[in-house]
């Protein structure tokens, strides 16, 4: 036990967590914020959420250059952190939603499915030009079979596939290594 303890003591996977943690809550804050204004939280409106992610990402590898690191952070420190952030908060987010549209309001989970055929429907021709008539009906069909549990994936893969960019971006702004042991000190 004493072993597990010392494997999760480490500032970096300490903090990741706790951004994490705080990520997860906020996104699910946003997403009741969305729901208590008569907005469908699913779907394009939830993805105004990620701008969340960006902001505990970039704080979180602020703060561990500034209070862990002592004004340095390594690229690889920076990327570890931004991935472990992004993907806790977006697990931790996507169960708050299942419970939420599986216990409190399952209409929630009914009204994004109406949407998403709804504007399957309104986009039909192109669609079908594009993959064809069998393919169309093939996702219009799984669209309509989808289960509440998909919310988790379908969150963090989204989450992950969104994340590439700014977190690489972020890393690269943020990091701030120590050249002194290039230099010639004799």
Avoid at 4 to 19: E, M, T, V
Avoid at 140 to 146: A, D, F
Wanted: proline share 2%.
């Amino acid at each position: 036990m004493k072993s597990i303890i010392a494997y999760f003591n480490k500032p970096i996977l300490k903090l990741s967590l706790l951004f994490g943690l705080a990520l997860g809550i906020l996104v699910f804050v946003f997403f009741i914020g969305l729901y208590l204004m008569g907005i469908v939280p699913l779907g394009n409106n939830k993805i105004m959420d990620f701008g969340i992610h960006v902001i505990l990402i970039a704080g979180a590898c602020w703060y561990y250059r500034k209070k862990v690191g002592n004004g340095f952070l390594h690229l690889w420190e920076a990327l570890t952190i931004g991935y472990v952030v992004n993907t806790i908060g977006a697990l931790i987010a996507g169960w708050l939603i299942y419970f939420f549209v599986t216990y409190i309001d399952p209409a929630v989970f009914t009204s994004y499915l109406a949407e998403m055929k709804a504007l399957m429907l309104e986009g039909k021709a192109e669609l079908v030009k594009n993959i064809g008539e069998a393919e169309f009906m093939k996702m219009y069909n799984g669209v309509g079979s989808m289960e509440r549990s998909e919310i988790i994936m379908d969150e963090v893969s989204k989450k992950t596939v969104m994340g590439i960019i700014p977190i690489l971006v972020i890393s690269l702004i943020l990091r701030k290594q120590d050249y002194g042991v290039f230099h010639n000190k004799s």
